[in-house]
């Protein structure tokens, strides 16, 4: 069946409607009628044309009946492959038909009787595929992919950044490795892995465009040999790539689809090395002593500032009823992520995103690059058109540069955590120009018409995003590794 037809089509209802073309097709080749065959079995002729439509399953002494009268084993009913090219294109047709594309059209359901032709099944088989194949272009522009994580984006703002079933399955899978208290050890995490039938294995020769490659058939997860710099530490990629098994991920059908589950495989292994219950006894304590400090999360979890920064944002409203923001920038003052349900005014574009857009240079994002001494965390309370917020951030380098990591609060809010008594205050009025984008009147008479500046272009505002299945990720490459590094079947060589 054509892959690139995606549907809404359960497994279920695939199935079913297999099993009926392949009960129509040994019909067919037996030469019995509906009436024949419902008269040598006892079976309805009526149930019969429900079980070829895909409508209905048959029982299992259904099958066997089927079976004996077309001279063929059960299990050739029950394959899974199309009977023939016929039987193929209605399938597709079926599929194409069920596809959110199509059905948001409200045109008619199309059948496909004996009487349509192979030609004009072919013909609306292609047309659907072209269709498909020109919808996921469109998908892989920048600007469907930001409109794609605005989404995201919205959905875990009104869950209030919180996925519960995903913090129920890592809070049962640590439960099961032993882990209870502390930093999560490399050795839980092997465990875990062996416990999904995987084995690590640190390669140094990873393509340059993956962070982690699983090979499902020899039950092997590659891994780096060091971690990568900014923070990716080797026990959340092999978590990340384990919650594709966890969760049940299959290939992704959009760019949308693909952002959804690297949100969360990302959530999973957040919850795995900051485990929700233990995160919130520890935190619910610092609350208490109105010590609240993202630095002492990052320690007790041995994890980097920005996941400790980030899951903050997961349990803060479930857990202590506090709203907050996090973002990450560089020191350009580009912003790269963020989060917010306090009211915080990031900056947008007309679609929403707010990926890529200037923070403010008032934000204690950009002012905590101002100071020499960045070793220690910065403090600042910012009153902005929204409000006042406290704000705490974490500077560091990456191989791209450095980054500033802020998390805050409202001003009523601030009680709670260490830092609040710093003296340290800006006054943000964007998005009024005015604020830190229009040059002063001195600086407008002295420069304007006598500068030219030659901007810095960024690849990826031309460029359009990869279609494929796993953006950004050459296939051909992966390929080439696996064989290389899968084990050597010496059976092969017989």
């Excluded at 989060?339 to 990031?346: H, I, K, L, R, S």
């Amino acid at each position: 069946m054509a892959p690139e037809l995606m549907s809404t089509l359960s497994a279920a209802d695939l199935r079913r409607l297999v099993l009926g073309k392949r009960l129509r097709h040994f019909r067919s080749r037996s030469g019995l009628t509906l009436e024949e065959l419902s008269s040598r079995t006892g079976v309805g002729t009526s149930q019969i044309s429900l079980f070829e439509n895909g409508k209905r399953e048959p029982r299992v002494s259904h099958l066997q009946s089927f079976a004996t009268e077309f001279g063929v084993e059960v299990s050739d009913l029950l394959a899974e492959e199309a009977p023939d090219r016929r039987s193929e294109l209605e399938l597709d047709l079926e599929r194409a038909q069920s596809s959110p594309a199509y059905t948001g059209l409200a045109l008619p359901h199309i059948r496909s009787p004996k009487s349509l032709s192979d030609e004009a099944l072919e013909a609306l088989v292609g047309l659907h595929r072209e269709l498909a194949r020109r919808s996921r272009a469109a998908a892989a522009t920048p600007e469907e992919a930001r409109r794609a994580n605005t989404a995201i984006r919205m959905q875990m703002l009104e869950r209030n950044n919180y996925i519960g079933e995903i913090e129920r399955i890592a809070s049962d899978l640590m439960r099961r490795v032993g882990h209870t208290t502390g930093a999560v050890t490399h050795r839980e995490v092997a465990l875990m892995a062996e416990m999904m039938g995987f084995t690590l294995i640190f390669a140094d020769d990873l393509p340059s465009n993956t962070r982690s490659i699983t090979d499902l058939e020899n039950g092997r997860i590659y891994l780096p040999p060091a971690s990568i710099p900014g923070g990716h530490g080797l026990r959340s990629l092999a978590l990340q790539a384990m919650a594709h098994r966890v969760l049940s991920h299959e290939r992704p059908a959009s760019y949308a689809e693909f952002l959804e589950q690297r949100l969360q495989i990302n959530y999973f292994a957040a919850a795995c090395l900051i485990p929700e219950a233990r995160a919130v006894e520890f935190l619910q304590q610092a609350k208490r002593n109105r010590n609240i400090a993202i630095e002492d999360l990052r320690d007790a979890f041995g994890v980097t500032h920005e996941t400790a920064a980030h899951r903050f944002t997961n349990l803060a409203t479930e857990h202590l009823d506090l709203h907050a923001h996090f973002y990450r920038t560089d020191s350009t003052g580009a912003l790269h992520r963020g989060y917010q349900n306090d009211g915080m005014p990031f900056p947008a574009d007309h679609s929403g995103s707010i990926e890529g857009q200037p923070l403010c240079h008032k934000w204690a994002g950009r002012t905590a690059f101002n100071r020499q001494n960045r070793t220690t965390e910065y403090y600042q309370y910012t009153d902005t058109p929204s409000g006042t917020y406290w704000s705490s951030v974490q500077t560091g380098e990456s191989e791209d540069g450095a980054f500033s990591v802020a998390f805050g609060v409202r001003f009523d809010d601030a009680r709670w955590f260490r830092g609040r008594d710093t003296p340290v205050r800006t006054t943000s009025t964007c998005p009024d120009p005015r604020c830190c984008r229009t040059p002063g009147e001195q600086l407008l008479s002295r420069w304007e018409g006598k500068a030219w500046p030659s901007a810095r272009m960024h690849a990826h505002v031309l460029a359009p995003l990869p279609t494929g299945s796993f953006p950004g990720v050459d296939d051909g490459e992966m390929y080439r590794f696996l064989s290389k590094h899968a084990p050597h079947d010496e059976r092969q060589e017989d």
